[in-house]
């Protein structure tokens, strides 16, 4: 079993989450508290996917994160670079075009995508901001981005009793559910060691896009952030 190290080497992000594909889903909902699946329905609403338009599911895994795309009638590519998640999706959903691919070296041309949109998986890229102008790159012109990703919640008291139940209470509860535990000790350290909601607005800034704003649900523990490509 693979636990990768706060370098995000890709070689061991890519094989942690090969080990944890089988239950990853699974996991999610019993760590989450039953949250993940609301937290998926509000990226479905910030996407805004319509009929016929191109979506970019980057980091989709198993492609749970993508079906909502799909039920609107847009075309959704889910995306990742474990090839372990891309195998189980395949099997669960074999009709989406699953495709192989690194965030800082998307495989795909300019300007190519309505929407774009990443849960839960940039705090995983080596590179943040080269993931984020490759989202750009790949984005077409008045296209947007919608990242949901973890975040730092607004009410102190909380983010403390929060920050013991990452390092505390999620290990025991991933031994209990995770086929590979020492993945979301991990999970836990990128989580607490991640940009607050003003930087990352900052980077999404930076790597070009326009009118950047954040949501923030649950109280911050995650947080929506959307841009645009400028027309």
């Given amino acids: 079993m693979t ?18 594909a089988e239950r990853y889903d699974l996991t999610n909902d019993v760590l989450s508290l039953g949250q993940a699946r ?29 079906l909502p795309f799909a039920r609107t009638g847009a075309y959704v590519v889910p995306c990742d670079f474990s090839l372990g ?12 075009p699953f495709t192989a691919g690194d965030a800082t070296r998307l495989p795909f041309k300019d300007d190519t995508f309505d929407a774009v949109t990443i849960s839960f998986g940039l705090r995983n890229v080596h590179d943040t901001d080269a993931a984020l102008r490759e989202l750009h790159r790949v984005t077409r012109p008045g296209g947007r981005v919608v990242i949901c990703e973890f975040s730092h919640p607004t009410w102190a008291p909380f983010r403390t009793v929060y920050t013991e139940y990452l390092m505390r209470a999620l ?30 607005a900052a980077r999404l800034g930076g790597a070009g896009w326009t009118k950047v704003a954040w949501r923030n649900l649950t109280g911050g523990v995650v947080a929506l952030h959307r841009g645009f490509k400028a027309g």
Avoid: C
């Avoid at 636990?3 to 944890?20: C, G, I, N, T, Y």
């Fill in 3 to 20: 636990r990768a190290s706060l370098d995000k080497q890709p070689h061991e992000v890519a094989s942690m989450f090969d080990d944890v």
């Fill in 38 to 66: 609301l937290w998926r329905k509000e990226v479905a609403r910030a996407v805004d996917a319509r009929p016929a338009q191109k979506v970019l599911d980057l980091a989709a895994g198993t492609a749970t994160s993508s």
């Fill in 85 to 96: 998640m891309l195998r189980v999706g395949k099997q669960r959903h074999s009709w989406l």
């Fill in 171 to 200: 290990p025991p509860v991933a031994r209990a559910v995770s086929s590979n535990p020492d993945a979301y000790v991990y999970l836990a350290e990128s989580i607490r060691a991640w940009p607050d909601q003003p930087a990352l």
